[in-house]
């Protein structure tokens, strides 16, 4: 053994196990050697002695017929037992490495063998770990994102050893999820693609870094795209005139006033990224509602009710999108144009008849002005954002629950909306 | 006295130097020992009259052996026992590891792989890649593939596992059990023995090829095939059941063969051994008075030369060379001590 392995095992343990998570056997590698570690409570109770014969004993069957994934499963029971004060065998720590091997984590054996030892200095665990390092070596082999190329470890010359084959096959199994491998392999010449490495028994290869080369690179492909739709319900309200709305050159003024609509939205979500894209949408957006003061309908002098309020406003939207499994986001910019019609002026005019400035409104007067029906236009722009919970694909679809809301103004006044509806979206290819 | 009349050529006895018997823990009986392809380990069975058969392992460095190692395979303790196992017919790679068929009690008999003074034995083909009862594991030149038989179709087939596509194929699929296959020097056939109307004959099978061709049959069984340069050389009783010889054929179908030893002493399972540089046939001899010696006889029939090792009851004989020097190890019962038949090893250089 060289001096760069007595190192190797420190490097070999929790923080490599970890970075490899997406090997069969490596999470189990993890509670197998931090559990190894730990201190047994004082005591265990009866049930907890019963079990352990138990596992233990269906685990020596098991590994009578190299059923070693299912011996890999009792190990495991074994190890919750140990962590309630169990005390495991040195022939129970033996199947449990042995099943690691036999599955071809190597990584996961070396790291057992390694907390095995410090329970008990038992020879045979050490020639374990000498013949491992005598037949593998370290490696982090680091996929670049742009990378496209086969992702497949092959060895030049396949190894005999069942074991050796096993562990090839463990790590590929973790490239193809597809990740980076960060453990061990038999030492050998490799080839990914076009790239070549080696691997030296007993030595920390370091990091091989697969990069796109001339016809390698990933070809660029959408994590989702398609068409885009939202519906629902919709709260809108125009808020109080701000200093501008107020001002004389504002003119005459439609009071607050606020209702319930629809807001309907379709558009084109695309996936750049695993996680984020980009969403333009366009959609209509109305409301209508009575004119009340104080929470009651107003009416008219003659005691009839006024005209009620209404928005007709379309929209775009753009936005980028952001997926994490169910849960969609989107936050962006948004611009609307409409009209409108309203019962109830204000504004400057309203408060300052006799102001020249107003003389086309002369007369209206305060009490006017409550009842006087305004037609106008609104250009409106400023952010909106929605949050979705997706519960449920149909077919390239895939349909969430969406909150919705935004402020816009129109430089006079602020409206704030919110939407509750329901949202068809493509489906990730991730999915 | 047959052997004056067999050789033209004289023998020559040359005494051995002192073996050094192999030691292990409990008793039973040496048999079939299998040196690594550098002679620096030993593999041996060892059965104690009982069908339990233990596997171990030796190291052994200028003739000198270490201490026997029984090969425990997973799940299993000690095979002397009601709850035992068996492990037997070891067969080396090239590169050192052995291959082994073994099995738990009750178990189906699986292929096993040994690094030795390495990792615990593990199954070298599981259920899924090969199902079944296998045995007669043997691992061609270059190290590439692996042939062996198996049970799954009932009736004895053999079958070539590649490490290349890590899948096994069927040879060729007969109603009829065959046994022992060996790999010709080039890896590209294999020799093998065919049970057939209680009679074993000897077939060869070209990988890629449709049929198995007839190498050697006859009366009796012909039986172990292994291939010697471009012959095959194979156990016949063709005299009779109780006389086994040694007999020698080109590897081309319809030629004729030889025979180059009688009355040898039929070893328990292995193949008939041969000298590192593959000229040369090793045996031992039932004939009266000659339970001491071992005889190297050229396959060409120039001669044969005898080593006494000066212990009774020998047989299963294999030599090998390391270190520049030649190693004969073989069974006997000792002078006196035992009734176990124990393994020894002596320095032979310079005596064939």
Redesign the interface.
Known sequence: MTQNLRHLPRQFTLSRLASASGSLLLSTALLGAASLGIAPPAHAGDVEKAEHVRVSEEMRKLAQRNAWSAVEAQFEKLLALQSAGEVLTVQELSLGIQAAQNLGDITAARARLEQAIKIEANPDFQQQIQAIDANYGHVKLAYDKRYGGDRVITPASPPFAPDQRASIAIANTVVAAPGDYDGLLPAGDYSIGTHKFTIAAGKDSGNVAITPSTGESKAFAFAWLGPRATIGVSELVAGGLNSTGSGSSAGLQAANFGGIGARVGVGLDMGITPHVGVLAEVGYHDLFGAEQVDGSPVTNPDGSAVAGNSIHMGYGWLAASFRFDKFWAAAGPIWGIGGGSVTGATGYCVSNPTDSACSANAGLGEENARYQRLNGQIMAGGGAASVSYALFDVGPFSGAVTLEGGAQTDSYRLYPWGQAGLTFAPVSKAN | MFLATLFATALLVTPAAHAVEITWVGGGHASNPQWSPDGSWLAFEVNNNSDKVDLYVVRVQNGNPGAATKVVI???SSSFSATGSYAANPNW?P?G?VIFEAA?SG?LT?LY?L?P????P??????TQAPGNLSWPT?SPD??N?AYTSSATGSGDIYLFS??T?KSAVTTSTGLPENAPRFSPDGKTLVFSRKSQQTEDVFTWEQGATAQVPLKGGPGDQSRPRYAGDKVVYFTNERGDDHWDVGVVPAVAGASSTTVAKDIRLPLRSQPQLTPDGTAVIWTSIAPNTDSLVYVTKLDGSGTKQIDTKLTAVGDAAISTSGGRMFLAFTALPNSGSDWRQLHVVDITGQI
Do not use: D, F, M, W
């Open positions: 997973p799940g299993s790679h590169k590891p738990n178990g699986r792989y690094q003074g390495g990792s615990s593990a199954e070298y083909l599981n259920i691992v190290g590439t692996l490490t290349q890590s």
